[in-house]
Structure formats: structure tokens, C-alpha cells
């Protein structure tokens, strides 16, 4: 490679990586966005604020998987008849992936 098809690549690897970091960051903020939009920090702290009614939110990515945080969110009776947190299967497909992406990114 010589010194300028270095420099390109260099430049287009830092491209890609400003790219994805900027992918993620506004995935993130959707999620914290339809966090407190749909009422969930009524009941449930993240980083230290919101409810206390059902548990931290902090680190759920590692209790559960995508696929459970989906099932929570859609059919909370599912795993606890009882439960106080209401269904959120209504809100749109679209929201509903992106609660879940971000929820199951807190490690
Ligand atoms: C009225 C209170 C309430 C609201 C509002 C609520 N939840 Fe919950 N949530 C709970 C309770 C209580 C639990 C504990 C399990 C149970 O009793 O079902 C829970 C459990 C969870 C869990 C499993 C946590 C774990 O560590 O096992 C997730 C994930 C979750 N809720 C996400 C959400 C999201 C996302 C929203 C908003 C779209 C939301 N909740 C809104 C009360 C609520």
C-alpha cells in the first residue's frame, strides 16, 4: 500500500467507526426518549431516577435476554399474574424493538 491509499483507508476506517458510534448513540437516546414518554420510569429507576414499584432497570440487559425484556414489556402476566405493570403490546412495532435494543444494551 503506499502512503496516500494508507491515509484513504485510514480515513474511511474512521468514517465507518464515527458512523456506528453515532448508530448507536441514537438508538440509545430513543430508548431513554420512550422511557419516559411511556410512563416506565414511573415505576422503574434508571441511573438513579424514576419509581420504585418495580425494580432498577439498571443492568437488565444482563438478567435478561431480548427476547424476555419483549415478553415483559408485551405480557407482563405473563410472569406475574399479579403484576402491577401494565401491557405495553399496543405501542408500535418500531418502539417496541427499539425499548427493547436499548434495554437489553444496560449491562
Ligand atoms: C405501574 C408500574 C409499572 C410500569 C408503568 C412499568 N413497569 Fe415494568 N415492572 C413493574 C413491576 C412491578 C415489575 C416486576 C415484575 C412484576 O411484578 O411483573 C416490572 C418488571 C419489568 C421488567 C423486568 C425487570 C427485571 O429485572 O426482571 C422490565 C424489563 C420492565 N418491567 C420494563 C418496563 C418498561 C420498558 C416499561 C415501560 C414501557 C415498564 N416496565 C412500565 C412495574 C411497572
Redesign the pocket.
Known sequence: MTKRQHAKALALACLFALAAATQVSAEDARGRE??NA???K???QLEGSGGA???A?DG?GQ??GAEQ?NK??TE?AS??PS????S?AHIPEEDLKA?VDF?ATLK
Open positions: 420512550l422511557l411511556l410512563g416506565c414511573a415505576c422503574h414499584l418495580g425494580p432497570l437488565v438478567r435478561l425484556i415483559q414489556i407482563p410472569a406475574n403484576t402491577m405493570m401494565p405495553y425499548l434495554l
